[in-house]
Nanobody
């Protein structure tokens, strides 16, 4: 079993930055692809960013591309989401997710492709 714990959320003004962390425990996630999703009030959970187990390949939702950056530190068993130029529409609960990916160094975009989820961290962007 893998446990994921997000941190780094908070309240920030539009145009500001935040860096979210997702620390894994229970197992090493060196061979796990990771992803970030978010859910705003009254909306469905949506994909934000994903990274392959090696960290080489990444993919972003169009709404965050160029502003957000996902990275993975395998020795620290942690994945990060750096968020720049934040907008009020980025307000949501952000979740990290993980899935084992032994045979393919790729990323995954759909939430039903992930096996493990964190509890989420709130990000609020004020205008």
């Amino acid at each position: 079993q893998v446990q994921l714990e997000e941190s780094g959320g908070g309240l920030v003004q539009a145009g500001g930055s935040l860096k979210l962390s997702c620390a894994a425990s229970g197992r090493t996630v060196s061979n796990y692809a990771m992803g970030w999703f978010r859910q705003a009030p009254g909306k469905e959970r949506e994909f934000v960013a994903a990274i392959s187990w090696s960290g080489i390949d990444t993919y972003y939702a169009g709404s965050v591309k160029g502003r957000f950056a996902i990275s993975k530190d395998n020795p620290k068993n942690t994945v990060y989401l750096r968020m720049n130029t934040l907008k009020p529409e980025d307000t949501a609960v952000y979740y990290c997710a993980a899935r084992v990916s032994y045979y393919s160094d790729t990323y995954y975009l759909a939430d039903d492709e992930y096996d493990y989820w964190g509890q989420g961290t709130q990000v609020t962007v004020s205008s």
